[in-house]
């Protein structure tokens, strides 16, 4: 994101609406560090807490197994 600072924060939440016994699995990219579940079932809803810390993104997860 551009122009964030130390401190910034958003939230993401994702629901597995798959029709399948399908399993989404969550992982970080470049600055970003997953905390967490990071799977997330058929029909079940993980939420995702993002804060920028010293120049990265830390994201907590919690629901989703």
Same mark, same amino acid.
């Given at each position: 994101?551009?122009?964030?600072?130390?401190?910034?924060?958003?939230?993401?939440?994702?629901? &597995?609406?798959?029709?399948?016994?399908?399993?989404?699995? @969550? !992982? =970080?990219?470049?600055?970003?560090?997953?905390? /967490?579940?990071?799977?997330?079932?058929? &029909?079940?809803?993980?939420?995702?807490?993002?804060?920028? @810390? !010293? =120049?990265?993104?830390?994201?907590?997860?919690? /629901?989703?197994?």
């Amino acid at each position: 994101i551009e122009g964030a600072a130390n401190g910034d924060q958003f939230r993401v939440v994702i629901t &597995n609406t798959s029709g399948g016994a399908n399993t989404i699995t @969550l !992982a =970080g990219g470049t600055s970003v560090t997953l905390r /967490g579940t990071l799977t997330i079932a058929q &029909n079940k809803t993980a939420v995702i807490d993002f804060v920028r @810390l !010293a =120049g990265v993104w830390e994201g907590y997860v919690s /629901g989703g197994a």
